[in-house]
């Protein structure tokens, strides 16, 4: 019989539907419930596309046994990392604190005023190298929670306490200077891996941010060595297994440091951030490499996480059936010599193997390879390659494809539009354009309420209960600002304005200028979570600072470009400490010392003239420019604004930190203002 998660429309809460566990989603009710029943609460957290928690549903929630000994002593409450980042924060940042570590599944146990008292994250069944076995836990803290109740609340208390105490240091409340960014530079060099790309040891995660912050500082500076880093990383990456060799997009991470064996789940956050990383890369560099990576990955997107309603998905699976019935990590996208003998033939498998790098003993697991690129010299068929891997991917269609999570999160979606927008713009690929322009729509029709306050999430058009967080404004408004750039629509920045207009009132310290993950009115928890750090995406602190900036740029507004600075203020604390985890704050922070530039582009929409200078702009290396175009008469958007044709031409306008260079026809002339 199903659970109360039956009714919730988060994949991950469904997956645990029919488990024999009691489960409650994340509510007042189950707290109240655990009051009155006098037990403690067990927090489980997870997300869809976890192999982790897969492992540990299969092996604890769904037995029997386990279960009844749940329901009999504990209230347990089920909660979606990707529907409550706030919930999943606030308990990540004690649990990281009591133990050093964490990660998913994650494992708490409260009181029922939701004060946490212990923590962990998977337990086994049975006991496993020092590790406790799941039930040796349930029992101790039952015993705990019976016989010593006063110890337990002590320790609940003290770590709430202790909580409340780590409340962020701002720091320099001045904007990071050319100083504060050359150290950053210097800590990334220190961490670089200069053999295999990337920052630091295994495992290694793709550092979409600190490249973003590379290719700005090389567009300010020239500097060479932050340029060949960024070009190096995202060559090894492409090269590498945790690229999808066949048909585009990212693993989450490597579990090396060569990039070889990827944890095989593929996010939408990572691939948006790719995408327009490589786009990026390629604007820089004009690599061959990085434009198609960036394309094929914009069309993985499209073709494999785009929903019915014009959003997309959350992630894919890192597990799949592996034929036999059995899920098994990976088993979607690795190959043995004897299957690609039964694909190929012999003679275009011993090349493919060749090629891909699948080699007799496996790079993987049981003898099977992951596909690389491994042959960085040599000449191959070109057109025998292209037949290899389309008959390897018709191939690969075959197998059980791995689950979909289905959610569209509202910040992840404007991440992908802002890089289905421009990767559409540089490469004239019109579809990602439209693709974009989809998700965006959706994002206003569903997620967007009457007062412009954003909903985190939706499914199957239905939309999620959970208020957005301050991840979800930024970055929704970030990529609005991207399709203005874009499409010169003007609808596309007022939408940016409503948003941002709610991290000013509702997410800003008035006094500090600090920003907070959750809006003031937000559910009250045990602490409001409050992070600038970058982790999988960039922070809610960093995105919100530098569509603040952006949104600035593009309108004039003396109150969001001073959000902004005062935002700023924390990368100035922490770039040449910790680099590689606000990588998006130092991308800003590199907009903020460039100007950044405003681009005008007046002209006949339809003009190839005005087409010409509207492209040339966009292509623009300098760090955070902002783009706006439309007809001389136009009052689409402010930059437009008295902007006149020159001698009856299109014309492009360029200004920065107040002052503007004199308006020019010629394209040439446009690009050396922007590149130099």
Not at 321 to 326: E, L
Not at 375 to 396: C, H, K, N, P, T
Request: proline share 5%; aromatic share 8%; net charge negative.
């Amino acid at each position: 019989m199903p659970n109360r998660l039956a009714h919730e429309t988060s994949p991950y809460l469904l997956q645990h539907a029919d488990n024999p566990v009691d489960w409650w989603p994340w509510s007042a009710d189950a707290f109240e419930e655990a009051r009155k029943s006098g037990k403690p609460v067990l927090l489980s957290v997870g997300y869809s596309s976890c192999h982790w928690c897969h492992v540990m549903a299969h092996e604890s929630f769904e037995d029997q046994e386990t279960a009844d000994y749940l329901n009999a002593h504990f209230v347990s409450v089920k909660v979606d990392r990707e529907e409550r980042p706030d919930v999943d924060a606030v308990y990540m940042e004690a649990v990281q604190a009591a133990t050093g570590q964490g990660g998913w599944p994650m494992t708490v146990f409260l009181t029922p005023d939701a004060e946490p008292f212990y923590f962990g994250t998977y337990f086994p069944p049975a006991p496993r190298q020092g590790s406790p076995s799941f039930r040796q836990v349930l029992e101790g803290v039952h015993s705990a929670w019976t016989d010593r109740r006063d110890e337990v609340a002590e320790v609940a208390e003290k770590i709430v306490r202790d909580l409340a105490g780590r409340e962020i240091a701002f720091g320099d409340t001045q904007v990071p200077g050319e100083e504060d960014l050359a150290g950053a530079l210097l800590g990334l060099t220190r961490d670089y891996d200069a053999g295999h790309g990337g920052f630091g040891g295994a495992p290694k995660f793709p550092p979409s941010m600190a490249i973003e912050f590379l290719l700005r500082h090389h567009a300010r500076t020239g500097a060479e060595g932050a340029l060949q880093m960024a070009a190096d990383t995202c060559e090894r990456m492409a090269r590498g297994g945790i690229y999808d060799q066949l048909a585009g997009g990212f693993a989450r991470y490597s579990v090396d440091r060569e990039w070889v064996v990827p944890h095989f789940e593929k996010m939408l956050y990572d691939n948006a951030l790719l995408c327009r990383v490589y786009a990026h890369l390629w604007r820089s560099t004009g690599s061959d490499l990085a434009r198609r990576v960036a394309l094929e990955t914009a069309d993985f997107m499209v073709r494999e996480l785009r929903t019915n309603e014009g959003g997309f998905a959350s992630a894919l699976d890192a597990d799949s059936d592996d034929g036999t019935g059995k899920h098994v990590e990976g088993a979607y996208y690795v190959w043995t010599p004897a299957q690609l003998r039964e694909v190929l033939g012999e003679q275009d498998a011993e090349l493919a193997a060749d090629y891909f790098g699948v080699t007799q003993e496996g790079t993987f697991e049981e003898g099977a390879s992951v596909l690389q690129l491994p042959q960085s010299e040599g000449v191959f068929d070109a057109e025998r390659i292209a037949s290899i891997r389309a008959r390897l991917l018709e191939a690969r269609g075959e197998r059980p494809a791995p689950g979909r999570d289905d959610k569209v999160v509202a910040a992840w979606n404007g991440l992908a539009v802002a890089a289905l927008a421009e990767t559409g713009a540089y490469f004239d690929r019109p579809d990602l354009i439209e693709a974009a322009l989809g998700a965006a729509d959706l994002l206003v029709r569903l997620h967007l309420d009457e007062h412009a306050r954003l909903a985190r999430t939706s499914k199957d058009g239905r939309v999620g209960a959970n208020a957005g967080v301050l991840e979800d404004y930024a970055d929704v408004s970030e990529g609005f600002l991207a399709l203005a750039s874009v499409t010169g629509e003007g609808v596309w920045l007022e939408f940016a304005g409503f948003l941002l207009d709610h991290v000013l009132v509702q997410f800003t310290d008035e006094e500090s200028g600090t920003l907070y993950d959750t809006a003031a009115d937000a559910e009250k928890l045990i602490r409001r979570p409050q992070d600038p750090t970058d982790n999988a995406t960039p922070s809610g602190w960093s995105a919100a600072a530098g569509a603040l900036l952006s949104y600035a740029a593009q309108t004039g507004a003396e109150p969001h470009r001073a959000a902004a600075e005062r935002a700023l203020g924390v990368v100035k604390a922490l770039g040449p400490r910790a680099p590689r985890f606000i990588g998006w704050g130092l991308a800003t922070a590199e907009a903020l010392l460039d100007g950044p530039r405003e681009v005008a582009v007046v002209g006949p929409v339809d003009d190839p003239a005005t087409k010409e200078l509207h492209r040339a702009a966009l292509l623009a290396t300098a760090p955070g420019a902002v783009v706006a175009v439309g007809a001389p008469d136009s009052d689409e958007l402010p930059l437009l604004a008295e902007r006149l044709l020159v001698s009856g031409e299109p014309t492009a306008y360029v200004c920065r930190n107040f002052t503007c260079d004199a308006p020019t026809t010629d394209v040439d002339r446009l690009r050396e203002a922007l590149n130099r």
